[in-house]
Each structure stands twice: as structure tokens, then as C-alpha cells.
């Protein structure tokens, strides 16, 4: 064996052997791992989306400003910063929507599969409007080859939006979402799908969680702008719809005729 190897081998020994050692080196490594993904995701905006990163700016400025125009109000601002401010996400530009979407339909329940950071879930639960479920296996892969458990800075991340912005009706759920949804008991009104962006991934969760709809009920799928998979799936689905194009884009389906017009009626800005 070359030296090398045995050198690397005998270190990755002692950090997943020792706990304390290994605990130390997932969270810097799951730091580093947010820092990169920050960059990584500036970088994919202009690069994969089929929107340009300029484009894409616009586009979110002219929602916030219209947001802020019309909805505006203090807690939700400062959410929405604090959110911005402190939780990486692709997701970022849809808040507008989503808050008013929230309002506007008054959900008992809504159902985010993927949640990663959390940054969609909490902007689901801002308003303290129904019961947010979040749910995510929260596993990671790292660079040694183990599987990381990622739950605690979402965990983290959870508490300090509970305490600094009194947020009480989310609920996440560390799982596989085929798993919870054998369980499941609720009819779901706004249901989120951001998990693996396959087509084949963007079936599953649909079919899978499809008999939890109603007639109103309200269904996202993230990145319709970025991932063959889910511009195929959402393309072909026949149901009234709308497609955001930034952020990756975001597509809202439902069998309601008449939000769906209404939905394209407000939101349909272009940027000046
Ligand atoms: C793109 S991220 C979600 C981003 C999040 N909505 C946000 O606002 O930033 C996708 C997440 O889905 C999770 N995921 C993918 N497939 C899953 C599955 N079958 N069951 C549970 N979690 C899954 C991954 O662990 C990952 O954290």
C-alpha cells in the first residue's frame, strides 16, 4: 500500500471511530458545505436556469415590490430578511407568492416535501395560517463516503424562528416521504413537491400524495425552469396551471379554474 493511502486511511479511521472527533468534523464539514453551496448556487442561476442571473434579479424585484405594495406588513418583512439573510436556498424569490398564496387560500394543511434548511417551510408557516409539515430524510452523503445526518442545523434553524418570530404551526418530520405518506390521515390544501428532480421523482411524489388533494386544493412543484424531469412532468400533467419562470421557477397546478385565472390575473408581472 502506498503511503499516502495508508495515511488517509488511518485519519479517516480516527474521525469516524472517535465520536467526538467525528461530530466535530460533519458539522465544519457541513459549514463548509452551505458556504460552497451559497457560491455554487450564484453561479447555477445564471448558468443552468433558462433564466440569466440579471433576468432572474428583475424578476424577484418586481414580486417583492409588488408584494411590498400591496401585503406588506412588519413581521413579515423581517422574515423574510432574516430567512434571506441567514438560509441558503434556490427557493429564494418564490416567498411572495407563497405568503399570499397562504392567505389567500386559509389552508388547514399544508405538506412541504423537501425541506433542506427549511427556508420554503418557514415561509409556509409565517403567517401562522394551519399546520405546516415538513418533511426531508435529511440525508447527505460526505466527502468520505459516509451518510451525514443533516437534521440539526434545520433543527437549529426551527427553534430560532419559533423564538424570534413566534412561528408555532410547523411540524417537521425526519423520513422518506413514500414512508409518511402510508400514514397519512389529512387532506393536504396546499401541497409543495421539491424532493429529487427526476421525472421519475416528480411522478412518484405526485402519484403518491395526489389522493390527499381536494377540488381547491393547490400543488408546487420547485425548479420547472432548471431540471428536464420536472419541465417534462409539469408540462404533461393536464390540469390548469401557471409557471413562474425565477428562482429555478415554480409551478402551480390546481383543479380550481377560477384561482388559477386569478393566479396568472395578479401575478402575471413582467418586469418594467
Ligand atoms: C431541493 S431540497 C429542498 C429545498 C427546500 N424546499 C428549500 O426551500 O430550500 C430537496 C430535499 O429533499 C430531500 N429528499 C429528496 N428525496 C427525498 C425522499 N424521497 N424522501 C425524503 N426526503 C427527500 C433531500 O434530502 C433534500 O434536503
Redesign the pocket.
Known sequence: MRVEVYIFNAVKGLILKVPVIRNLFVKIESYIFDIFKIFDLRRYIGRSSKNTNEQNEKLILNFKKFYERNYSDDKIDAIIKYSEER?????RGHHYFALWLVKELQPLTIV??????????F?FGAQNIGKVYG??????YSFLGETID?YIPTMRNKRKMEKKFRITNITIIK????EVAKKWNKNIDIL?I????SYK?ANE?YQTWRKFLNENSVILF??TNIYEGVIRFFGELDLPKYNFTHSFGLGVVSKNKELISKIKEIWDIRPQ
Open positions: 438560509i441558503r436556498s434556490a427557493w412541504d416535501l423537501g425541506v433542506d434548511r427549511g427556508f420554503s417551510t415561509i418533511i426531508d430524510w435529511f440525508k447527505k443533516d423520513s422518506k416521504f413514500s409543495h421539491d424532493g429529487a428532480h421523482d411524489d420547485h425548479d
